[in-house]
């Protein structure tokens, strides 16, 4: 299912229900007022105290789920058709029964890139193109309907022939960048020109991610590197499941993109051809824990950005049973919990030979073009 970032809020004291209620307004206020929207929790849950496991550790599969639909619907009913539609839609991407025109997107649960998939449904749905800075700007119903007057943002094509030998700023139309400055990034990407399909500048929203990776960088860490350990019976199911994987990649732009900045006025995405995932193989010393928690341990918790694509993967055997574990990385720059279970689904499509019914990916280059030429540096911050 869809992942949300929720907040959990332990009272001083014993609070009564209306302060309780009145304390989970007032962090979310103050989240809002001090972190960007894709940080900013779905839901803010007061509870007692926190649960713990045997070894008093959180037990994170013990705390209460929020109901984020619980009180979506009730409020104002639509009043035109366009109201209605857009009712609509906000519940089939929010994935709950009924939104009302004044339910706000993202105190529902959601968050950046599931407004990409909304902004697409309107446009799918209802033929109306509008920027994903207009669902930040006005996040219900009634204000979203009300931006439907605008005009559609125009996005300038990829200018990249296939096959390119060699990369002109005026190519690019989406950034600014000197002839020197293409050059450095031809000479870094493996395949020189001809393995480049696009570049372009970073959304708003990874920027602030890209900031903080290069702050945690230094110190061995990252926060935005996402693993995932998955369990299979054999090295064969293993590998079936990485070339799955490696189609998934080859279909979405987004993820056989790297992000170089070194001797650059700005850090770009730049867009591969080919962009293999690379497979390590791990060997773990004998341990009474477990393979995935070893499988964790013994790999970097640190990725090179300018290596495309940021998806990584670390394998190891349990020698006692002849499982194999793999611990799948990905950067939360490239991709997040929710397009993760997309990722994942596409997997199974591809082993499970559904994949000719899958949609077409949405170019990311329109989202990034969407976010920056629909809204001033000002609006995004």
Wanted: hydrophobic share 45%; net charge negative.
């Amino acid at each position: 299912g869809d992942h949300r970032l929720v907040a959990y809020l332990i009272p001083t004291d014993g609070s009564p229900a209306s302060d309780v209620d009145r304390l989970a307004a007032e962090v979310r206020a103050h989240a809002v007022g001090l972190l960007a929207d894709y940080m900013v929790p779905s839901a803010f849950l007061v509870i007692d105290a926190f649960p713990l496991t045997v070894n008093g550790k959180l037990d994170r599969k013990a705390l209460p789920e929020p109901d984020l639909a619980v009180t979506a619907g009730t409020g104002r009913k639509p009043e035109t058709e366009r109201e209605a539609q857009l009712c609509a839609v906000f519940a089939e991407v929010l994935g709950i029964p009924e939104v009302g025109v004044d339910d706000n997107f993202f105190e529902l649960g959601g968050h950046s890139l599931l407004a990409v998939t909304l902004i697409e449904r309107i446009r799918t749905v209802m033929g109306i193109e509008l920027p994903v800075k207009a669902l930040f700007t006005s996040p219900t119903v009634a204000a979203l309907a009300r931006e439907l007057t605008s005009p559609a943002l125009v996005i300038p094509p990829n200018l990249i022939p296939h096959g390119a030998r060699e990369i002109t700023p005026e190519m690019l139309p989406l950034v600014e960048l000197s002839a020197d400055d293409v050059q450095r990034i031809v000479d870094r990407v493996p395949g020189g020109a001809a393995n480049i399909a696009d570049i372009y500048p970073l959304a708003p929203l990874q920027e602030g991610i890209f900031f903080h990776h290069v702050l945690q960088a230094g110190e061995g860490t990252d926060a935005y590197l996402l693993p995932t350990v998955l369990g299979f019976d054999s090295r064969e199911h293993l590998d079936t499941f990485t070339t799955a994987l490696q189609q998934v990649v080859n279909r979405h732009d987004i993820l056989r993109t790297a992000i170089i900045w070194q001797d650059l006025p700005q850090p770009v995405q730049v867009v591969l051809h080919e962009a293999p995932i690379p497979v390590t193989d791990v060997v773990l010393e004998p341990s009474d824990t477990d393979v995935p928690d070893r499988l964790l341990a013994a790999c970097p918790s640190v990725m090179a950005l300018d290596e495309a694509p940021l998806v990584r993967i670390f394998v190891a055997a349990e020698p006692e049973d002849g499982r194999w574990f793999a611990l799948l990385q990905v950067h939360h720059l490239i991709q997040d919990h929710t397009t993760l279970d997309i990722l994942m689904n596409e997997v199974r499509a591809f082993l499970t030979g559904q994949h000719q019914t899958l949609p077409a990916p949405l170019p990311f280059r329109d989202f990034v073009a969407q976010a920056r030429l629909g809204a001033s540096r000002e609006e995004h911050e």
